[in-house]
């Protein structure tokens, strides 16, 4: 079992950047991915990024490439994601979740970001 605490977001202007982060508490396997998703107000939820988390290999969503950063810290079983030049489509509810290959078990609560000006 994995237990997921996501922290951060919160409100921004476009062009102003959030960091959110996931711990994940329970064991890690090298075999899992950590990933993002989000759901955006009347539209379903979509993948955004993800990171290996044995090899730190990472996908991310042509739409976030170049904006969004994902890292994990070993240590304390948690990913980041540094969310830059935010824009208005952004605005979602963001989800960590935890899996094997393309298959998420186990979910975060999600946390609020709202891009406006």
């Known amino acids: 079992q994995v237990q997921l605490d996501e922290t951060g977001g919160g409100a921004a202007q476009p062009g102003e950047s959030l960091r959110l982060s996931c711990s994940a508490s329970?064991?890690?396997?090298?075999?899992?991915?950590m990933g993002w998703f989000r759901r955006a107000p009347g539209k379903e939820r979509e993948f955004v990024v993800a990171?290996?988390?044995?090899?730190?290999?990472?996908e991310y969503r042509d739409s976030v490439k170049g904006r969004f950063f994902i890292s994990r810290d070993i240590a304390d079983n948690a990913v980041h994601l540094q969310m830059n030049n935010l824009k208005p489509e952004d605005t979602a509810i963001y989800y960590c979740?935890?899996?094997?290959?393309?298959?998420?078990?186990?979910w975060g609560q999600g946390t609020q970001v709202t891009v406006s000006s």
């Open positions: 990171i290996g988390w044995g090899d730190g290999h990472t």
């Open positions: 979740a935890v899996g094997a290959g393309s298959v998420y078990a186990y």
């Open positions: 329970g064991r890690m396997w090298d075999t899992y991915n």
